[in-house]
């Protein structure tokens, strides 16, 4: 018995999402527009309370992610979260 190969969803820098053989490494919320690592203890905390999968994306790399215009996660990306929110209050 064989088995299709793995595809994912990704979400690109214009808003479109395509299939990929190469999974993302960034998850995102699509409503609230925040991306972060996989790991983030609260995008897992969300993932476990069931609202947060159905409005989930995903990214192949940052550069991507910020230009879907989505923001970093202020939990799991402290560091770049820090550098966005200094860049949004200088402008």
Do not use: N
């Not at 923001?71 to 929110?85: I, T």
């Amino acid at each position: 018995m064989s088995s299709a190969p793995a595809t994912w969803t990704l979400l690109g820098r214009g808003g479109e999402s395509w299939k990929s053989d190469v999974p993302g490494a960034f998850g995102g919320h699509r409503k609230s527009r925040i991306y972060g690592r996989l790991d983030c203890p609260s995008a897992l905390r969300a993932i476990g309370k069931g609202g947060y999968v159905p409005h989930r994306v995903f990214f192949l790399d940052e550069h991507a992610a910020r230009s879907a215009r989505y923001r970093p996660c202020a939990k799991c990306m402290r560091v770049e979260y820090a550098r966005w929110k200094r860049a949004v209050q200088a402008s």
